[in-house]
């Protein structure tokens, strides 16, 4: 049986989980809004993984005994400025996220609860490669700049991103 306190901070995770969802699914509509439907699929793509990450903890706590409480999902903002300013805000969204996992690791870690420990681990590590993938994109937006031809080629290159 899971305990209270790693059960609250669980259901706390799910809902920053689907937040983050409603923060891609937002920043991709704004995408769309520019034309740039590459940025825009791409979005949509990390939305769904963001929805599923919120899923895979969820059967977790259920797997545990716990007890799942959806809360409200906290409204995203609507504008977002230039592509640069939607990737820049994805990374710092993303580098708060790895916060909270590894706050959320050692809780398990302090309350010897191994198993959460160990399901922590795939958060963990995706982490890692979610801001690794996003710094890059920063990387090369910063490069092209919001103008000119080489934005539209890496909207063509990221509108072939495949779930998964
Ligand atoms: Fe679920 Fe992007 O972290």
Request: aromatic content about 8%; glycine content about 10%.
């Given at each position: 049986m899971i305990s209270k306190t790693m059960q609250d901070a669980l259901n706390a995770q799910i809902n920053l989980e689907q937040f983050s969802a409603q923060l891609y699914l937002a920043m991709s509509a704004h995408c769309t809004g520019k034309?740039?439907?590459?940025?825009a699929h791409w979005l949509m793509v990390q939305a769904s993984e963001e929805t599923a990450?919120?899923?895979?903890?969820?059967?977790?706590?259920?797997?545990?005994?716990?007890?799942?409480?959806?809360?409200?999902?906290?409204?995203?903002?609507?504008d977002f400025g230039g592509?640069?300013?939607?990737?820049e805000e994805t990374l710092a969204h993303e580098?708060?996220?790895?916060?909270?996992i590894n706050a959320l690791f050692e809780q398990a870690r302090n309350e010897k609860d191994h198993a959460?420990?160990?399901?922590?681990?795939w958060y963990v590590t995706e982490q890692v490669e979610e801001e690794s993938k996003v710094g890059e994109i920063v990387d090369h937006l910063r490069a092209v700049g919001d103008q000119g031809g080489g934005i539209w080629y890496l909207?063509?290159?990221?509108?072939?991103?495949?779930i998964g």
């Open positions: 034309s740039f439907k590459g940025f990450h919120a899923a895979k903890l969820i059967g977790f706590l259920l797997d545990r005994g716990g007890r799942l409480e959806l809360k409200a999902v906290a409204a995203p903002p609507t592509v640069i300013q939607v990737f580098k708060s996220i790895t916060g909270r959460s420990e160990i399901a922590l681990q909207d063509s290159k990221m509108g072939k991103r495949v």
